[in-house]
C-alpha cells in the first residue's frame, strides 16, 4: 500500500500526542494543580456554610413561626423545618467531604473532580426546578381540597426551591468561573532539543 505524505504525518502524530499526554501527567506532577484545587474546594466550603447558615435561620424561624400560628403559615413553618433539617444534614456532609479531601496535583485527577463537581451542580439546578414545579402543585392541590396544611407546605417548597435553585447556578457560575483559570496545555507544548515538554502557568 502506498504511503502518502498525509498519512506518514499523521501516523507520526500519533505517538506524538501520546507524548505530550505523558508529559502532561509528568510536567503537572512537579509544578502541581494543589493551588487550584485548594480554591475549589474553599469555594465548597463556603457554599457548604451559607446552606448551612439558610438552614439554621429557617429552623430557628420555622420553630418559631409554626408555635404562634396556624393553618397555611402554621403548614408553611413546619416544612420550613423538616426541609432545613435535612439541608443541615447534607450541607454537613458536604463540607466535611471538602474539608477531608486532599488537593491534587494531578492535572486528570484536577480536569475530573472540576467537572463532577459542575455535572454535579448543573443536576441539582434540575431537581430544584422540579420542586418549585411540586411546591405550585402542592398549594394548588390544597386550594381545591381545603387543606391548608398542604397550601403551606407547597408555599414552602417554592421558596425552598428557590433558594437552592439560587444558591445552585451562583455555584455553578463560580466554578466555571474558576475552570477559566486552568491552564490550556496544549497550547504550551515546548519542543526543543531534549525533547517535547509543557508550559504550565500556575498562577
Do not use: C
Not at 58 to 83: C, D, E, P, R, T
Not at 92 to 114: C, M, N, R, V
Not at 173 to 186: N, Q, S, T
Amino acid at each position: 500500500m502506498k504511503v502518502t505524505n498525509t498519512t506518514f504525518r499523521f501516523l507520526i502524530m500519533i505517538p506524538m500526542f501520546w507524548l505530550v499526554a505523558i508529559g502532561v501527567s509528568q510536567a503537572q506532577s512537579h509544578e502541581g494543580f494543589a493551588p487550584f484545587n485548594r480554591e475549589r474546594i474553599s469555594f465548597e466550603k463556603q457554599g457548604m456554610l451559607l446552606l448551612a447558615t439558610w438552614s439554621l435561620g429557617n429552623l430557628a424561624w420555622g420553630g418559631i413561626g409554626a408555635s404562634n400560628s396556624q393553618g397555611v403559615a402554621k403548614g408553611f413553618h413546619q416544612m420550613n423545618m423538616y426541609w432545613n433539617g435535612v439541608n443541615l444534614i447534607i450541607a454537613g456532609l458536604g463540607y466535611y467531604h471538602a474539608f477531608k479531601e486532599i488537593p491534587s496535583s494531578e492535572f486528570w485527577e484536577t480536569l475530573d473532580a472540576q467537572h463532577r463537581m459542575e455535572k454535579i451542580l448543573l443536576f441539582n439546578a434540575g431537581l430544584d426546578v422540579g420542586y418549585i414545579a411540586g411546591g405550585l402543585y402542592l398549594n394548588e392541590r390544597g386550594k381545591r381540597l381545603g387543606r391548608e396544611q398542604w397550601q403551606g407546605f407547597g408555599k414552602s417548597v417554592v421558596l425552598q426551591g428557590a433558594f437552592l435553585l439560587s444558591f445552585d447556578i451562583i455555584m455553578y457560575l463560580v466554578m466555571r468561573d474558576h475552570a477559566g483559570d486552568l491552564p490550556r496545555i496544549f497550547e504550551q507544548v515546548v519542543v526543543s532539543g531534549n525533547g517535547i515538554g509543557i508550559r504550565v502557568p500556575i498562577r
